[in-house]
């Protein structure tokens, strides 16, 4: 899923291939990495939109594209809530504290990280209170 982030997500094949079942594989999923399987796919996707957009080469339309992504507006969304500001904004603005960086620690340093709980979680917190 990291390496074929620009692909449609099929999660009955992820499951088929860990040999579970839809739900199952989907619990598992969220146990071992903190969030749904499209979830996870979108973080790795704004991550990379995020790296392109550095680099000033696309618009944030080819940066979509590119990245697997059919709307603008979701992805434009979805960027929104991950990195705390638009494309547009985030390609605009100077990223010369990035230079420099090795590979590894740029990767952690740039991980996009939800701002907001999702509408599962909201409820949970509910419940629980």
Do not use: N
């Not at 997500?9 to 992820?14: G, H, T």
């Not at 080819?62 to 990245?67: A, K, Q, S």
């Not at 969304?77 to 904004?89: H, I, V, Y």
Request: charge should be neutral.
């Amino acid at each position: 899923m990291d390496r074929d982030y620009a692909e449609p997500l099929d999660v009955p094949a992820l499951a088929a291939e860990a040999l579970m079942s839809v739900g199952h594989f989907h619990r598992s999923f969220r146990e071992a990495y903190g969030e749904t399987p499209y979830a996870h796919l979108m973080t790795r996707r704004v991550e990379r939109a995020a790296w392109l957009l550095r680099q000033g080469e696309l618009s944030v339309t080819d940066v979509c594209m590119e990245v697997g992504c059919t709307s603008l507006g979701s992805f434009s969304a979805r960027f929104t809530q991950l990195m705390g500001e638009t494309p547009s904004d985030y390609r605009a603005r100077s990223h010369d504290d990035r230079r420099g960086i090795p590979a590894c620690v740029a990767k952690q340093v740039d991980r996009p990280t939800r701002a907001s709980r999702s509408g599962s979680e909201k409820r949970s917190a509910v419940a629980g209170a």
